[in-house]
């Protein structure tokens, strides 16, 4: 069973930084995509920053210049710097991975999700 634990979520005053970490653990093969995405009260998730297993990261608008996703496929773990943050940054922030695993002789892939971490930004 592959599980996702996420931390490092608070209450932030406006400006400052958090950094959230989310760690894969279980029986798989390779993690490919790894990404971030967050749910205010009333909205739909979106995503906020994904990065590839080679490295290559896209962020949404809202959040360039200001987070950073990153990777550390030693301890199959993601991560999101968040700076600059802003009272429209809370949200529950969710981390999401594509992960690759055997089932028998075969090689399946699975969206997996963590239980989410909440991010609270102070005006």
């Known amino acids: 069973q592959v599980q996702l634990v996420e931390s490092g979520g608070g209450l932030v005053q406006a400006g400052g930084s958090l950094r959230l970490s989310c760690a894969a653990s279980?029986?798989?093969?390779?993690?490919?995509?790894m990404g971030w995405y967050r749910q205010a009260p009333g909205n739909q998730r979106d995503v906020v920053a994904a990065?590839?297993?080679?490295?290559?990261?896209n962020y949404a608008d809202s959040v360039k210049g200001r987070f950073t996703i990153s990777r550390d496929n030693a301890k199959n773990t993601v991560y999101l710097q968040m700076n600059s943050l802003k009272p429209e940054d809370t949200a529950v922030y969710y981390c999401?991975?594509?992960?690759?695993?055997?089932?028998?002789?075969?090689?399946?892939?699975?969206?997996?999700w963590g239980q989410g971490t909440q991010v609270t930004v102070s005006s």
């Open positions: 999401n991975a594509v992960i690759s695993a055997y089932i028998g002789t075969s090689l399946y892939d699975y969206n997996y």
């Open positions: 279980g029986r798989f093969f390779s993690i490919n995509n």
């Open positions: 990065i590839t297993s080679d490295g290559t990261t």
